[in-house]
DNA sequence: CTCTCGATTAACCAAGTGGTTAATTGACGT
DNA sequence: ACGTCAATTAACCACTTGGTTAATCGAGAG
């Protein structure tokens, strides 16, 4: 509802959508007209359109005039600020991580020093 | 339209909204009750319940209940996917980055040889 | 037992999204 | 001038989304 949407909830919108992030990914090979981008997918060519107006409200592609073709360009710089924005939660997800290692490795000893004790026992979710 | 969403499109819609974001935010200093998470915004509680509901979806949050509370808790991992996606097109945005960097070099050289020329050239989108 | 409190569910609404087909625009080749 | 081709716009549809208010549920407190 919120109106006024702010930058990273566009990008992060325009993000969300598999035809879109396909279509980016194609764009990271280079420039392409619209035709070209759409020729993978099987929709119509006015999805398409409405695709690419997205990614364009988002500053994630410009596009340029040639003669009677759009010439698609990747602008990445949107997705700077998102990565930047997640960066800021890489402790979280590698102290998961540490967690899942750590389980992984106890359990590793475990089985080397006595084999065939209790029951597996899992990480705890709150330690 | 696609509806059987890959875990990447759910993970980037749910944080394609500011409310959801700000939840994260607070839950990233710390585990909260749905009330606690729901006082800083000027909605009503269901709604808070459902943006909690699509975070759980996403996987990006977990509920264990405490008496009659329910305490949130940050589940980073899916971000980290989305942070691994964003990686790949690094190299774009700080291509860009460095034709800015070029940009201002530029100025900054014509600047110091003959001061006060014409108006503040911007950027061109496509130099 | 009853009342309150935290939270969720139900039912509804307005707006947005992703798709369609049909019509339109603009540049090119003949 | 005419037809064609790339692409967009228009109009429509089904479904989702973010919000609301009212009702419900479950655990404690009196």
Redesign the interface.
């Known amino acids: 509802m ?1 109106n006024t ?2 930058t ?3 990008t ?2 325009a ?5 879109r ?1 396909a279509i ?2 194609r764009l ?1 090979r280079g420039d392409a007209t619209v035709g070209e981008l759409g020729e993978p997918f099987e929709i119509s060519a006015p999805a398409i359109s409405k695709h690419l107006r997205v990614l364009e409200g988002a500053g994630l592609i ?1 596009r ?1 005039v040639d003669a009677r073709w759009r010439i698609c ?5 949107p ?2 600020d ?2 930047d ?6 402790r ?2 590698e102290e ?1 991580l540490d967690r899942l290692v750590e389980f992984v490795e106890q359990t590793h000893r475990a089985d080397a020093k006595k084999r065939g004790n209790g029951a597996p026992r899992v990480p705890r ?2 330690p």
């Open positions: 919120a949407q702010d990273l909830s566009i992060f919108a993000l969300a959508d598999p035809t992030r980016l990914t990271a410009e340029e360009r990747l602008r990445a710089e997705m700077h998102a990565h924005w997640l960066e800021a939660y890489r979280h997800w998961s979710k709150k």
